[in-house]
């Protein structure tokens, strides 16, 4: 399994923000992380990522703790953001420098695909930005791609070009664990649909699971969060 | 474009700053130094250099304050990486090492010119002595510190009790400064000592001082009282910038970062 999480909780304070979450994903799919706000989705991805760590149970990414394969795992952070001044050629740098499985090629064809504009990021609309930083995310080649609301935010439009550029990034030997209250929208992509209430994993069910249930991911999400 | 550059662009305004502090400072200077008294100058250039160095801890404070700004910005990007967080704290470092380097550097060599237009003479290696004294007794620790203090805070968010604390720490910090210059000065006296440096003051200056007879040689009146200048409060200095920059790679590499 390329993802596993076993008993996991984490607190902030008094609030529970992950409570005996376990999980378990294997390579090549896309999963929804699906909640309503709070449910623990941005915390799981972040213990995933490797920058929180777990106050009881256990994170696996192949097998180890996911700071000792961090090269390996994609992260967009929900509120990303770069140095204002940099275009794509200045990201090309810096994503070299810190990742050396970027691949300056592909995020070019990114950020064509996505249509996002040749200037800098502070000359660019949230929206253009989301999709910069999603090329940029999506550009390096590794085993796991964390996606935190990427598709938050964004026009109707957008969505849809981030969504194709999701299909047409997929590879086999990933997983592509996406967070998203735009159900509806991305429901056509979904490998998987993990739903997450109150810090827990309350359903996990293949696409197909859910076509035998008779239902859509909407449909799930509005019977099993409501 | 690298993460030094980036660094670099990033306090561009700081930078600016400073290379205007010292364009004013070392034009009014020049006046004074061509249009009136260089002696005089060389007065006022010693003593408005106590009040324009210290605006050298600004470099620190900015950059500490950087880190805590972009906790939940770029830095998400940096941290991820799986770049050593030694090369992201050495960029940090680079930058404001090379910022203060050159501030000071260039206050060191404005004094040299007014000196030496005013009469003083002094061993060529004087100045660049200061300078090595400046960076590594003073500012490499500060840079350091300030980068292990922006990380802390960005990692661990103290609250308004954690922020008492902190700043009952910098005072702490002031005597532990003053405790390793002492300890630098009375256990480390086996090391290297550089030799007293030859310093002569022009005729007026010893007139002044009520000394008749020539120029002052300073380094010939100090000679009975101190054999030469004591290098450990360098080493020293190197020293904990070094396991300063170690625990700022770790706490880099190891702090939680929600």
Known sequence: ?226 | MNLFTLELRKHRLLIAGLALLLLVWGAWLARGVTGGDPLLTLGLALSSLLAIAPFGVLVPIVLARALAGEAAGPLAFLLASPRSGLAHVAARFGVGFAALGVYYAALVATVHWVAAAAGVRYDAWLPLAVWAYTIAGWTAPLLALGLVYGLLVSAYRPGRGGQIVAVAASAGVLAGWSWLGRFALERLGFLPQLPLPLVVLPEKVGRFLGVAGGPLDLKTALEPLVQGVPTAPIWVGLFVTLALLAVAARLWEEAEWA
């Open chain 1, 1 to 226: 399994m390329l993802v596993e999480l076993q008993e996991v909780t984490r607190r902030f304070g008094a609030n529970v923000a992950v409570d005996g979450l376990s999980l378990v994903l294997p390579a090549g799919e896309v999963v929804g992380l699906l909640g309503t706000n709070g449910a623990g989705k941005s915390t799981t991805l972040k213990l995933l990522a490797g920058l929180l760590y777990p106050e009881a149970g256990e994170v696996r990414v192949e097998g180890k703790p996911p700071r000792r394969v961090r090269g390996r795992i994609a992260f967009l952070p929900e509120r990303g953001q770069l140095y204002e001044w940099l275009d794509a050629k200045g990201a090309v740098g810096l994503f070299t420098t810190l990742y050396p499985d970027f691949r300056p090629r592909r995020f070019y064809e990114l950020l064509e695909q996505l249509e996002v504009p040749q200037r800098s990021l502070s000359q660019m609309s949230k929206g253009q930005r989301a999709r910069f930083l999603l090329a940029a995310t999506l550009a390096r080649k590794v085993r796991l791609y964390l996606l935190d609301e990427p598709l938050g935010g964004v026009d109707l439009i957008t969505r849809d070009r981030i969504l194709a550029a999701l299909v047409s990034e997929w590879r086999e030997d990933a997983t592509y664990l996406l967070s998203t209250h735009e159900v509806a929208e991305a429901e056509g992509i979904f490998d998987r649909a993990v739903f997450m209430k109150e810090g827990r994993v309350v359903l996990s069910a293949s696409a197909e699971e859910l076509r035998e249930r008779g239902q859509s991911v909407a449909q799930a999400f509005r019977e099993v969060l409501a």
